[in-house]
């Protein structure tokens, strides 16, 4: 099934040309033109969500679940279309692809699970106690409200998962929010078939078409405006650093400030632990080259820092992953722009004398190979850029001398969205001395295991303390992520006829 965009905006069920065109840039395949966005089409689609809210918010929980799931069977009805453009524009490989789709189609389907059961809403009642002295008490009940129109940023690393139907947007229609969703220009052609698949499930559910809209890339004002239209109540957002504290800051400017949760990247550090090292330093190693050259390093879990203790294990697991390393092939990155921040990444770490080149390998054009690089704490802990993500194949051993060197560093990391600890029993000491470190600086904490690829459920946490996230206490990935785009509300002595039905 060949699907060849049409280039249009999504408004509020009607697809919108403008007066100016935008170029896609395929990995390989033919060139699309897209229509750009403009600050017009964001005051539309806002409005229209606003219009939208009064009768979406107040929906039922079982129909908001039955439009998730008429999303994902759209999205089903379109998959090989959706593959065939989607690794066009990215040149991730189909089986990525699908395997996204997956994860795509499950997170909606999930949404709709979690909503129906209900325990989301936090339901609470304290009971009137008329007779309590010295002053009785009301009735109150509490439950969790939709807080009103989402805006959402694809995402260029996750065409589908993270993008026009990924985890924000199902995180915000399940709890009863209209989208707006800004279209990633890597992308664009992926984001107008999946588009295509939320306005036939919006018309089979009969819902209002405000509910959901998209515009596309092409101009920065575009995204400007959207973070700061007086509808829109939340922004969910997975990007760079530099972009998202610029949108961060933006929300906070507002003359209503609103709340930005912003998943902004991380260098996800692993502790090599000296009986893991010694009993299995080369699997350890082979095993990083592979979760860190998966995708061509374009994961926001990519873990890109290796801490271990010196010695002779050390040198067995820089060995076994610079062996891995080199039989990697090129891989394509997702854009050119990319691309070259990959290679200007490189060439921070060639520059430094300090830091000890173990494999380093040219990347031309949209190809990436990976490069390997070793330092001292010492350094580390006096570079701050080297603390830095490199958002593809590129890997730091950082060698301390002791424990007590190993714990200061770990004191030394930004905020992680993970931190792993390779360990065996007798290791048990030194990790719980590190973890409480660890768990201060990351939202998910492993062992024995490697951070790339993030699960879907109820436990997870995507996000963690600043730069990792905007917002501490939030999730991008699971279901706890719908409390992004809720409020609790408290009704205090309500007749139960007015009462909201979650809660008669």
């Not at 219009?51 to 799931?69: E, G, K, P, T, V």
């Not at 009785?136 to 690393?157: H, K, Q, T, Y």
């Not at 879990?301 to 039989?327: M, S």
């Not at 200061?408 to 000491?429: I, K, V």
């Amino acid at each position: 099934m060949t699907f060849t965009p049409h280039g249009k905006h999504l408004i509020a069920g009607e697809w919108v040309a403008t007066d100016q065109r935008f170029s896609s840039e395929p990995a390989h395949g033919p060139t699309h033109e897209f229509w750009v966005g403009t600050v017009d089409l964001v005051n539309r689609a806002c409005e229209a969500a606003e219009d939208a809210f009064w009768s979406f918010a107040y929906s039922s929980r079982a129909d908001r679940a039955r439009f998730l799931d008429a999303i994902a069977d759209e999205i089903e009805a379109r998959a090989e279309a959706i593959t065939e453009i989607g690794s066009q524009e990215t040149g991730l490989p189909e089986a990525r692809l699908q395997g996204e789709r997956g994860r795509t189609v499950g997170q909606l389907r999930l949404f709709a699970d979690h909503i129906r059961k209900g325990d989301y809403l936090d339901r609470r009642h304290d009971r009137a106690l008329p007779d309590r002295q010295p002053m009785p008490r009301p009735d109150i009940r509490l439950l969790e409200r939709p807080i009103g129109p989402v805006a959402v940023f694809g995402a260029s690393n996750f065409p589908l998962a993270f993008s026009t139907a990924g985890g924000d947007t199902a995180a915000a229609l399940a709890a009863g929010c209209p989208v707006v969703v800004k279209g990633h220009s890597a992308h664009p052609g992926t984001g107008e078939i999946v588009a295509e698949a939320i306005d036939a499930a919006i018309r089979t559910c009969n819902l209002h078409p405000g509910v959901f809209s998209l515009i596309q890339g092409g101009r920065r004002d575009v995204g400007t405006a959207l973070v700061q239209h007086p509808r829109i109540k939340a922004v969910g957002f997975t990007g760079s650093l530099a972009g998202g504290r610029a949108l961060f800051n933006l929300c906070a400017q507002r003359p209503e400030p609103i709340p930005f949760f912003g998943e902004l990247g991380s260098v996800n550090p692993m502790f090599l632990l000296p009986a893991a090292m010694a009993a299995r330093a080369d699997t350890i190693g082979s095993g990083w080259a592979g979760s860190l050259t998966m995708g061509a390093g374009q994961f926001c879990t990519n873990p890109g820092i290796a801490v271990v203790l010196d010695g002779a294990d050390v040198d067995r697991f820089t060995k076994a992953a610079e062996n891995a390393l080199a039989e990697v092939a090129p891989q394509v990155m997702l854009t050119p722009g990319i691309a070259k921040a990959y290679r200007d990444g490189k060439a921070r770490f060639d520059d430094r004398n300090a830091v000890k080149p173990i494999l380093t390998t040219d990347s031309t054009d949209r190809q990436a190979r990976p490069n390997l690089y070793e330092t001292t704490a010492e350094a580390w802990l006096q570079d701050h850029e080297l603390g830095e993500e490199v958002f593809g194949p590129l890997g730091l051993i950082v060698r301390v001398r002791d424990v007590d060197e190993m714990e200061r560093l770990a004191r030394g990391f930004e905020g992680q969205l993970t931190a792993t600890l390779h360990m065996d029993d007798a290791d048990l000491s030194v990790a719980q001395r590190l973890l409480p470190v660890l768990e201060r600086k990351a939202g998910r904490v492993l062992v024995n295991g490697f951070p790339t690829g993030v699960e879907v459920c109820d436990a997870m946490v995507h996000g963690g303390p600043y730069p990792a996230s905007t917002n501490f206490g939030a999730t991008s990935v699971g279901t706890m992520a719908i409390r992004r785009f809720l409020r609790p509300v408290s009704y205090q002595n309500f007749p139960d006829a007015l009462l909201p039905e979650d809660l008669r």
